[in-house]
């Protein structure tokens, strides 16, 4: 009897709870979306929110109930869109390959520190010093915050600035935020000439700061047979959606501040000594 | 009512199961990284320990005691909790959808988490009443909040901080654990201090 007692309470118990979870989910439960369980196990689960939805089983439910396009995943590409269509049950549409770049060119050699730090490694603790270390103030800091923030490896520091790999990056817009100074921006797969500069101030103070800064001379702007580039707050932009890449601004701009990634290799071959968007080389 | 505020006084600061009892690491050291899911973590874990404490008590004092089988009471209370904590998560996710998607993912963590099941047992070996047990219970959920939102703060600056390279990652972490459980005994003594002996 004393070992039967105890036997018998456990199992009682054990039986009343495995009963009661039996009935509760049986009659509480609660209808999951096939569709939306479908289309987020398709998904990459990188929860990096670049679609613009709060995770990938947000988007994932948003894709299912409130019709939101299939393509909009950077980090799937081309092949999660055409699963998640295929569960749809529509037409595939190609997602649009996007990149992120980085708007300096300020190398050591091509612009200066204007102070020799030696706090904390990493750009927003630089930029709470006075500006930065830069002479521009809208230079890459170089500590590489982007790097860090990166989860896929897309970038890199070249001669003191940040350089992305169009290949690797999935145009998530983790560095976008990180960035102290706004350096980089998201583009759209098809646009590859664009201006390597952010600085706004006057040309003639541009210059003085750095030799491959945007000095606003207007040259880009009317050489362009596509009136795709126009002079704001002294700075040349380049409109994604007319540039064709003919390359003429490359070659007029006197400061070679215009740059390209037209070469669908870059930058997987880089060498210290030839860097094709910083070097004169790279205009081909 | 001036028991209720000694033993909520005590859990929170003096005895806090965490800092001072060691109970419940697990979620301390791995849900603590960001301040929202170590609120959140928190405020489910206090849920749980008021509820498990509510269904425990009168099983072991009806049940457990009349039959002299106390020793049985760390498999029946794993049972019964366990139990509960899935019973609770599917009735929030069929008629509270909006707590249970910002609670929810923790629930089945605190299945069977130490501290929940301290506390159940403590008030036994303490001997609280149910009222108490309950004040207890609470109590300690609130004074795993207050470790879990001191010690996510603590982490995010040693995230910013320039930690050697030893010392990155856990053993920083551990660390400052051990240091901010060091403060809390800094409050030993203080409930003898406020209300007397």
Same mark, same amino acid.
Request: glycine share 10%; aromatic share 10%; charged share 15%.
């Given at each position: 009897?004393?070992?039967?007692?105890?036997?018998?309470?456990?199992?009682?118990?054990?039986?009343?709870?495995?009963?009661?979870?039996?009935?509760?989910?049986?009659?509480?439960?609660?209808?999951?979306?096939?569709?939306?369980a479908?289309? &987020?196990?398709v998904l990459?689960? =990188? %929860?990096?929110?670049?679609?613009? @939805?709060?995770? *990938? !089983?947000?988007?994932a439910?948003?894709?299912?109930?409130?019709?939101?396009?299939?393509?909009?995943?950077?980090?799937?590409?081309?092949?999660?869109?055409?699963?998640?269509?295929?569960i749809?049950?529509?037409?595939?549409?190609?997602?649009?390959?996007?990149?992120?770049?980085?708007?300096?060119?300020?190398?050591?050699?091509k612009?200066?520190?204007?102070?020799?730090?030696?706090?904390?490694?990493?750009?927003?603790?630089?930029?709470?010093?006075?500006?930065?270390?830069?002479?521009?103030?809208?230079?890459?800091l170089?500590?590489?915050d982007?790097?860090?923030v990166?989860?896929?490896?897309?970038?890199?520091m070249?001669?003191?600035?940040?350089?992305?790999?169009?290949?690797?990056?999935?145009?998530?817009?983790?560095?976008?935020?990180?960035?102290? &100074?706004?350096?980089?921006?998201? =583009? %759209?797969?098809?646009?590859?000439? @664009?201006?390597? *500069? !952010?600085?706004?101030e006057?040309?003639?103070?541009?210059?003085?700061?750095?030799?491959?800064?945007?000095?606003?001379?207007?040259?880009?702007?009317?050489i362009?047979?596509?009136?795709?580039?126009?002079?704001k707050d002294n700075?040349?932009?380049?409109?994604?959606?007319?540039?064709?890449?003919?390359?003429?601004?490359i070659?007029?701009?006197?400061?070679?501040?215009?740059?390209?990634?037209?070469?669908?290799?870059?930058?997987?071959?880089?060498?210290?000594?030839?860097?094709?968007?910083v070097?004169?080389?790279?205009?081909? | 009512?001036?028991?209720?505020?000694?033993?909520?006084?005590?859990?929170i600061?003096?005895?806090?199961?965490?800092l001072?009892?060691?109970?419940g690491?697990?979620?301390?050291?791995?849900?603590?990284?960001?301040?929202?899911s170590?609120?959140?973590?928190?405020?489910?874990?206090?849920?749980?320990?008021?509820?498990?404490?509510?269904?425990?008590?009168?099983l072991?004092?009806?049940?457990?005691?009349?039959?002299?089988?106390?020793?049985?009471?760390?498999?029946?209370?794993?049972?019964?909790?366990a139990?509960?904590?899935?019973?609770?998560?599917?009735?929030?996710?069929?008629?509270?959808?909006?707590?249970?998607s910002?609670?929810?993912?923790?629930l089945?963590?605190?299945?069977?988490?130490?501290?929940?099941l301290?506390?159940?047992?403590?008030n036994?070996?303490?001997?609280?009443?149910?009222?108490?047990?309950?004040?207890?219970?609470?109590?300690?959920?609130?004074?795993?909040?207050?470790?879990m939102?001191?010690?996510?703060?603590?982490?995010?600056k040693?995230?910013?901080?320039?930690v050697?390279?030893?010392?990155?990652?856990?053993?920083?972490?551990?660390?400052?654990?051990?240091i901010?459980?060091?403060?809390?005994?800094?409050?030993?003594?203080?409930?003898?201090?406020?209300?007397?002996?």
């Open positions: 009897m004393t070992i039967a007692l105890p036997i018998i309470i456990v199992s009682l118990i054990g039986l009343v709870a495995g009963i009661g979870l039996t009935l509760a989910a049986k009659y509480m439960a609660v209808s999951v979306d096939e569709t939306a479908n289309i &987020n196990s990459p689960g =990188a %929860n990096c929110g670049a679609c613009g @939805f709060a995770g *990938c !089983s947000d988007y439910s948003a894709v299912a109930n409130n019709g939101a396009k299939a393509n909009l995943c950077p980090v799937g590409g081309a092949e999660v869109a055409a699963k998640i269509s295929t749809l049950g529509v037409e595939f549409v190609e997602g649009e390959k996007r990149y992120a770049r980085v708007k300096c060119a300020g190398t050591f050699s612009t200066r520190y204007v102070m020799t730090y030696r706090g904390m490694q990493s750009c927003a603790a630089n930029k709470t010093f006075y500006r930065g270390r830069g002479a521009c103030p809208k230079a890459c170089g500590y590489g982007c790097v860090d990166c989860d896929y490896g897309a970038i890199y070249y001669h003191g600035i940040a350089v992305v790999d169009k290949n690797k990056c999935v145009a998530c817009g983790l560095c976008v935020e990180r960035c102290p &100074n706004k350096l980089i921006e998201i =583009a %759209n797969g098809n646009s590859s000439t @664009f201006v390597r *500069c !952010s600085n706004n006057k040309g003639s103070t541009t210059r003085v700061m750095c030799s491959v800064g945007c000095i606003a001379c207007g040259r880009c702007a009317k362009c047979k596509f009136e795709a580039i126009e002079i700075i040349a932009y380049i409109d994604q959606a007319k540039c064709r890449n003919c390359g003429m601004c070659k007029e701009c006197p400061v070679k501040v215009i740059r390209t990634y037209r070469d669908p290799n870059f930058p997987h071959h880089i060498t210290p000594a030839v860097d094709p968007m070097g004169e080389t790279a205009q081909g | 009512m001036k028991e209720i505020l000694v033993i909520l006084f005590s859990v600061l003096v005895d806090n199961f965490v001072s009892k060691f109970l690491i697990c979620p301390f050291l791995g849900v603590s990284k960001r301040l929202d170590s609120v959140g973590m928190s405020i489910a874990v206090t849920f749980v320990m008021v509820l498990a404490t509510a269904v425990t008590w009168p072991y004092a009806l049940l457990l005691a009349r039959f002299g089988l106390e020793y049985l009471q760390i498999i029946v209370f794993i049972l019964v909790i139990a509960l904590v899935q019973l609770v998560e599917i009735m929030l996710k069929k008629y509270m959808p909006a707590l249970h910002s609670l929810g993912v923790y089945p963590l605190i299945t069977t988490n130490c501290a929940v301290g506390v159940t047992i403590l036994f070996d303490n001997g609280y009443t149910f009222t108490h047990s309950i004040a207890n219970a609470f109590g300690a959920g609130i004074g795993f909040l207050l470790a939102v001191l010690f996510s703060g603590i982490r995010q040693i995230e910013e901080a320039d050697p390279e030893t010392f990155k990652g856990v053993p920083s972490v551990l660390i400052a654990a051990s901010l459980s060091l403060a809390f005994m800094g409050f030993s003594g203080m409930v003898e201090g406020v209300f007397g002996k």
